[in-house]
C-alpha cells in the first residue's frame, strides 16, 4: 500500500517535520520556522487536522493594560495618595481639599478612611483632615506601577483581590483576551515518512479528497435573509455613506452637542475632515432652533461639520424623511456602523445593524409591535415580548425581547419607538414615524447558537464549513 506521505501536501510534509523535531508549536511560530506564509500554515493545519494527523488545542490568555484614568494614577498617584499628599505637612480643610482633587474628593476621601490614613475633626465652620498615619505604598499602586505604558499577562498579578479593587475603578485596567493555538502531531502522523517522495504507484484504497462547495458566510446569510423578510413585508431599502456629518448623526437626531455619545471615546470621528453642504439652510435652522428650544444651550454649527463613522444607520433614514417628506413610507436601511467600544463576547467596534421606518397618518404603537412580531416569526422566533424603555429620539420607546430556548432566559434585540416632533418637525413632517433598529449579529448569534460574537470574524474553516446553509 502506498505510504501516507505520498499523499500528502507539500505544505502538509513540511509542517509534520517541523513538529516532529519541535513538538508543539503556534501558528506563529510554524509561520517563522517553516518559512511559510500565514495562509499556508492555515491552510496546512486545517488538512492535517481533518485527516487526524494534527491536534489544534486552543487557549485564551489575559493580558493587563492601563487605562485613561489607570495611566493618570500611575503618573500622578492615586486619588487617596493625592490627598494624604496634600496633608503630609499639615491638616486642611475640607473645601480647601475639593477645590484641587475636584471630581477625585469622594474617592479620595473613602478610601484614605478605608485605609486608616486620615482623620476628620469637626468644628464650629468646617471639617479639618489631617493625616493619621504616612502610609506605605499600596498593593494597587504596585500593581499599577508593575503594569506600567506596556501590556503584561493577568497571572503575572499575584494579589488577585486588589486587581479586582482597581477593575471597579472605571478606565483604570483594561483586559485583552488573545487567544491561541498550539499543534501538535497525532501518534499516526509521527510514523509518516516524509522523506519518500513520489514512487509512482496509486493507492486504490486511499480515501478520495474532501470536496467543499463555495457558500457564503452565515453572517452574510443572515444579513440576506433580513433583507429578503423586510422587502416582502413591503419595505423598501436605502442606503448611504458609512461616514456621516455630526449633524445626520447626531444633531438631526436631537442628541445634544455635550452628549456622552459625541466624545471621541464613544465615537470614531476623522481626523481634520469637515463636511460643507451637508443640509440646507432652513434644515440647519430648523434643527438649531429646536435644539436651543428643547435643550436650552447654545448651539453650534461647527460641531456638527465633524465627519464621524456613522453609529447607527438611523441617519440614512433621516435624512430620507428630511428630503423627500413622504406622509406614507415603509423603507429599510442596512449596513455597517461603528462603535468605539471595548471588544467582548457582545460587543465589537464594527458590525451590522438593521434600521426601518413606516410613515403614516394614523400608524400606531400597535402596528408597530406587529410589524416586529412578523419579522421574528419569519426569522423562527416565536416567543417574543416587549418592555417599557427609553430611547433619545424616540417617545414612547420599546425594547423587543427574544426568549433565548439554550440559554432559557430572555434576550434584548430591537430597540423601537415612534420618533420624537423635535426630530421630525424641524423636517416638515407631520405624520406619525415608526421607528426601530437593531444589531444583525445578535440575532445571527440566536440562529446558530453562539454565545461569543467574535466567532463570526474568526475565520474558522471548519465552523464555516460545518454550519447549515438554512438554519
Not at 469637626?122 to 508593575?146: F, H, R
Not at 443640509?279 to 432652533?289: G, L
Not at 433619545?392 to 430556548?405: G, K
Amino acid at each position: 500500500m502506498l505510504l501516507l506521505s505520498q499523499v500528502l501536501h507539500p505544505i502538509e510534509k513540511t509542517i509534520i517535520k517541523l513538529l516532529k523535531i519541535e513538538k508543539n508549536l503556534s501558528e506563529s511560530q510554524i509561520i517563522e520556522k517553516a518559512k511559510l506564509s500565514a495562509d499556508q500554515t492555515r491552510r496546512g493545519i486545517e488538512w492535517l487536522r481533518l485527516k487526524s494527523l494534527a491536534i489544534v488545542s486552543e487557549s485564551e490568555q489575559l493580558f493587563l493594560m492601563l487605562g485613561r484614568n489607570g495611566l493618570d494614577a500611575n503618573k500622578y498617584g492615586l486619588p487617596e495618595r493625592k490627598l494624604v499628599n496634600l496633608v503630609a505637612n499639615s491638616p486642611m480643610p475640607f473645601d480647601d481639599l475639593r477645590k484641587i482633587l475636584k471630581e477625585e474628593m469622594n474617592i479620595a476621601i473613602a478610601n484614605a478612611k478605608k485605609n486608616d490614613w486620615i482623620t476628620i475633626i469637626k468644628n464650629d465652620s468646617q471639617n479639618i483632615v489631617s493625616l493619621k498615619t504616612k502610609p506605605e505604598p499600596t498593593i494597587e499602586e504596585k500593581i499599577l506601577s508593575q503594569i506600567g505604558d506596556g501590556k503584561i499577562a493577568q497571572n503575572q498579578i499575584m494579589d488577585t483581590s486588589a486587581l479586582d479593587s482597581l477593575k471597579k475603578r472605571p478606565e483604570y485596567i483594561i483586559t485583552e483576551s488573545v487567544k491561541s493555538k498550539i499543534i501538535s502531531l497525532t501518534e499516526q502522523a509521527k510514523s509518516v515518512n516524509t522523506d519518500s517522495m513520489d514512487s509512482g504507484a496509486i493507492d486504490v484504497e486511499a480515501n478520495v479528497p474532501i470536496v467543499y462547495a463555495a457558500k457564503t458566510h452565515p453572517l452574510k446569510d443572515t444579513i440576506n435573509e433580513i433583507r429578503e423578510i423586510f422587502v416582502s413585508l413591503g419595505f423598501t431599502e436605502i442606503s448611504g455613506n458609512l461616514t456621516q456629518p455630526s449633524f445626520w448623526n447626531f444633531d438631526a437626531l436631537f442628541t445634544p452637542q455635550d452628549h456622552p455619545a459625541r466624545e471621541m471615546q464613544d465615537t470614531f470621528y476623522i481626523k481634520d475632515k469637515f463636511a460643507q453642504n451637508f443640509a440646507t439652510k432652513s434644515q440647519i435652522n430648523s434643527v438649531s432652533s429646536s435644539h436651543q428650544k428643547g435643550w436650552k444651550y447654545r448651539w453650534n454649527i461647527e460641531n456638527s461639520k465633524k465627519t464621524v463613522l456613522r453609529t447607527h444607520t438611523t441617519c440614512v433614514t433621516i435624512k430620507y424623511l428630511a428630503e423627500n417628506k413622504p406622509t406614507e413610507a415603509r423603507v429599510f436601511s442596512l449596513g455597517r456602523v461603528f462603535r468605539n467600544e471595548k471588544v467582548s463576547y457582545k460587543h465589537l467596534v464594527e458590525f451590522n445593524q438593521v434600521e426601518g421606518i413606516v410613515v403614516g397618518k394614523k400608524v400606531s404603537l400597535r402596528d408597530l409591535m406587529g410589524i416586529q412580531i412578523q419579522f421574528y416569526k419569519k426569522l423562527g422566533l416565536d416567543k417574543i415580548k416587549f418592555w417599557p424603555t427609553f430611547f433619545p429620539y424616540t417617545e414612547p420607546s420599546l425594547q423587543t425581547m427574544v426568549y433565548n430556548e439554550k440559554l432559557s432566559k430572555w434576550i434584548e434585540l430591537f430597540g423601537m419607538g415612534i420618533f420624537r416632533p423635535e426630530v421630525t418637525k424641524p423636517f416638515g413632517i407631520t405624520s406619525p414615524v415608526l421607528a426601530w433598529g437593531g444589531g444583525i449579529e445578535r440575532i445571527a448569534m440566536l440562529k446558530y447558537n453562539l454565545d461569543d460574537v467574535r466567532e463570526f470574524y474568526n475565520n474558522n474553516l471548519s465552523w464555516i464549513r460545518g454550519t447549515p446553509k438554512c438554519q
